[in-house]
């Protein structure tokens, strides 16, 4: 068959085959019209609803959302990328209900992430049945039905599209010797990094241990394209990335109390290896079975690869020998037999069973390749696994879909923060419905349940002062008022800027945050305007993105030729 209508078929059976799996998979949100509402699942509504808002003010690349968290805003964009909730803020400004919004994103992201373990397993194994397997499994696995319907890990879900593609483009440089894999490895690295911070620096991580034991054997020119794999990636997410760091090294946050948490609390003793049952709990180590939910890459995943171990010599692949026994080791590390307590240098990770997810992956390509050559050309035995596994799917989604705490298609994003559904706040000291954990709140942040939203003076008294809002812009007029610090209801990050008109002309203002507000002195009377801008860092590495953005267009068309 020619090479061109091999890669047609080739693409038709990839497809098709994750529309299939991924209609099975998302059964839970196709029978039923609400959404059940977990772990997160309103921190990524209320990103969806305000991005959509965003939009609507003409802000089509926002750094905050300044409605959020009772007007006083909140800066999860520039810690947390929202580029790939574009479509469905878009469609819910359009008037698609928030839940079909949802749920949208997540049969897309469980199609793409499909056809890219699709792919790779594909190009590994060269047989569609144990590539579906493959397939299957990753779909299937304890670990990936948790981050959806359990967790509601919106950004692990997205990073599950990429972290596939990210080893299948190592396979091809590092194997293959296919430097026109760069493309590919870039689009994986940049893809994890606006997916998730925490599963970009793990796929970081993965790709060093993988390069590491092929140095002996690298080319010139392979050590080159993955040179030019990671500056690209650096360069085209430099809008975020920079940004992000800026913003972590202005103030300190909640989230970097979080990271410097005991990591043993979330390790895993022997039991929660081979949970099999989803469980609508937490990750806590201490919790019992029935409460703690399953974690696990299923057990499937954690022993069927080992067939890679007996194949005979002259199918043992090198590659994916090296991917089972990573994969081995990241399965294993989240254990309570390692010293997580000790281990404060790695606490960014927050929970040590994150680990299992790039197990998740990994053995789910050891056990493509080990259903390639065990079954050979018995491709019933294949298909029966296959069918198997969907099997016992089945049975872990079921509990899905039988959930009493949900959001209902006609609910909208008013009856969340207002308190129709939930207390917004449910003992914590900001709307929780909207900020979760409140990773990136300033550490120093007031209690906002009964603030309110008057203008402050440095002693924390409430002024007197009428002012305005227009979206991210706070201004008022000081007639008749004496030289004072005073204290704005606005989370302070930085990019925040206050121009002054006195009459005689517009002057800056210096910011000096207060109890992780926006306060600054005033000179006297006159008009105050206050809003965030960007950043000087930001508005360079917007530019240096697109810049680089176009020059990797370039270098792509001249590589085609």
């Known amino acids: 068959m020619p090479s061109r209508k091999r890669n047609e078929h080739s693409l038709l059976f990839i497809v098709l085959s994750a529309a299939v799996l991924t209609v099975a998979f998302c059964i839970p949100f196709l029978l039923r019209s609400d959404l059940g509402l977990e772990h997160d699942t309103f921190f990524h509504l209320s990103r969806i609803e305000g991005l959509a808002q965003a939009l609507a003010h003409h802000d089509f690349f926002p750094a905050l959302y300044p409605m959020k968290n009772n007007d006083y805003g909140y800066a999860s964009p520039l810690f947390y990328c929202d580029v790939l909730l574009y479509l469905p803020a878009f469609l819910y400004l359009k008037g698609l209900s928030l839940v079909r919004a949802y749920k949208l994103t997540v049969i897309l992201m469980t199609f793409f992430a499909c056809v890219t373990m699709l792919k790779g397993t594909l190009r590994i194994t060269k047989k569609r049945s144990s590539a579906l397997l493959g397939a299957a499994a990753y779909l299937f696995a304890n670990y990936h039905i948790s981050d959806v319907y359990v967790r509601s890990a919106l950004g692990e879900t997205a990073a599950l599209i990429f972290l596939p593609l990210l080893v299948e483009s190592l396979y091809r440089i590092l194997e293959e010797k296919d430097t026109r894999a760069s493309f590919a ?246 709307k929780r419905v909207e900020l979760a954990g409140g990773d990136y709140l300033p550490i120093s942040s007031p209690d906002f349940r009964n603030r309110g939203t008057s203008i402050r003076d440095s002693w924390g008294n409430e002024l007197p002062i009428a002012y305005e809002r227009d979206y991210e812009t706070l201004s008022f007029t000081l007639s008749g008022e004496s030289s004072k610090t005073l204290i704005l209801p606005l989370t302070y990050y930085k990019g925040y800027h206050v121009s002054y008109d006195s009459g005689s002309g517009t002057v800056a203002l210096e910011i000096t945050p207060l109890d992780g507000m926006v306060a600054f002195y005033t000179p006297g009377d006159g008009n105050y305007t206050v809003r965030y801008g960007n950043t000087l860092l930001r508005n360079l590495s917007l530019g240096a993105s697109a810049a680089s953005a176009l020059l990797c267009v370039v270098f792509f068309l001249r590589h085609k030729k």
């Not at 970009?200 to 050590?223: A, D, H, R, W």
């Not at 404060?344 to 927050?350: A, P, T």
């Not at 039988?402 to 959001?407: G, H």
Request: hydrophobic share 55%; proline share 5%; glycine share 4%.
């Open 185 to 430: 490895l870039c689009s994986a690295l940049c893809g994890l990094l606006l997916s998730h911070n925490l599963s970009f620096l793990l796929g970081c991580l993965l790709s060093v241990l993988l390069v590491i034991t092929y140095l002996p054997f690298l080319k010139k020119e392979q050590f080159a394209a993955l040179c030019y794999a990671a500056a690209f990636a650096f360069l085209l997410t430099a809008f975020f990335s920079l940004p992000l760091i800026e913003q972590l090294l202005s103030q300190p946050f909640i989230v970097s109390y979080y990271a410097n948490s005991d990591l043993s609390v979330y390790s895993m003793p022997l039991w929660k290896f081979f949970a099999n049952q989803t469980v609508f709990g937490l990750g806590d180590r201490l919790l019992e079975p029935g409460r703690a939910m399953t974690v696990n890459i299923g057990w499937f995943l954690t022993f069927f690869p080992f067939v890679c171990l007996f194949l005979k010599k002259k199918d043992h692949s090198p590659f994916v020998t090296r991917l089972f026994l990573f994969g081995l080791l990241f399965l294993l590390l989240p254990g309570d037999w390692v010293p997580w307590q000790k281990l404060g240098i790695f606490s960014v990770l927050q929970f040590p069973w994150r680990l299992e997810m790039v197990a998740l992956v990994l053995m789910s390509y050891a056990a493509a390749y080990g259903a390639d050559r065990l079954f050979d050309k018995k491709e019933l035995a294949a298909v029966f696994l296959i069918a198997l596994l969907v099997l016992e799917g089945a049975y872990h989604l079921y509990p899905c879909t039988q959930r009493s705490f949900v959001l209902k298609e006609e609910d909208t994003y008013e009856d969340i923060v207002e308190g129709k559904i939930v207390d917004p706040y449910y003992s914590a000291f900001y």
